[in-house]
């Protein structure tokens, strides 16, 4: 057999796999009641953060990536706004869909508007998740803001993908923030 098919079939060999182990992982919906599994994310200020720094807190999750962050922005100040005495906020900034060049040069770029929108929002950590690995442990479904509401005890609460924007949409999400927060 000459060498070419060799080659050949090596190659058809390889790429599938390659294609495969660069894949993302799977997306993981936490059931709630469970407890919450702790991660380490870097701030705007590449302060790490745990999320184990806030038990004993009710913490509320707010996931986007790139494609969500406008419909995010009125979502938080809707957060911040009825729950910052209540609860700790931690938005969490998904840039695993950025190509790695693209996460390589941007990184200042959006260290620099987590930073402004910390400010804006008057939030002492914006989480810059740069694997998407907290992203996808909390079901942070891409191009979707979504929440994840963790109790004093560390248990999830709540985990939802966050509707339009409507007056009836935000009362429906207040309540059930509400109700798991009493």
């Known amino acids: 057999m000459p060498v070419t098919h060799y080659v050949s079939l090596g190659w058809i060999l390889f790429v599938p796999f390659v294609?495969?182990?660069?894949?993302s992982p799977p997306l993981?919906?936490?059931e709630p009641g469970t407890l919450a599994f702790n991660f380490t994310l870097k701030d705007q200020n590449d302060q790490e953060i745990r999320l184990s720094q806030f038990r004993g807190e009710?913490?509320?999750l707010f996931g986007f990536d790139k494609d969500s962050v406008d419909?995010?922005?009125t979502w938080i100040n809707l957060f911040i706004e009825r729950y910052a005495e209540g609860m700790q906020i931690l938005p969490i900034a998904d840039g695993s869909s950025m190509p790695l060049s693209a996460r390589l040069f941007l990184k200042g770029k959006v260290k620099a508007e987590a930073q402004d929108a910390a400010e804006e929002f008057n939030l002492?950590?914006?989480l810059l998740d740069?694997?998407?690995e907290a992203s996808r442990q909390y079901g942070m479904a891409p191009k979707i803001p979504t929440i994840v509401l963790i109790d004093r005890a560390g248990?999830?609460?709540l985990v939802?993908?966050?509707p339009q924007l409507t007056e009836e949409g935000v009362r429906g999400i207040f309540d059930q923030i509400d109700q798991h927060i009493r």
């Open 160 to 162: 939802q993908p966050l």
């Open 19 to 23: 294609l495969l182990t660069c894949a």
């Open 124 to 126: 002492s950590s914006f």
């Open 58 to 60: 009710n913490v509320l």
């Open 155 to 157: 248990h999830i609460r």
């Open 71 to 73: 419909n995010g922005g």
């Open 130 to 132: 740069w694997t998407g």
């Open 28 to 30: 993981i919906v936490p």
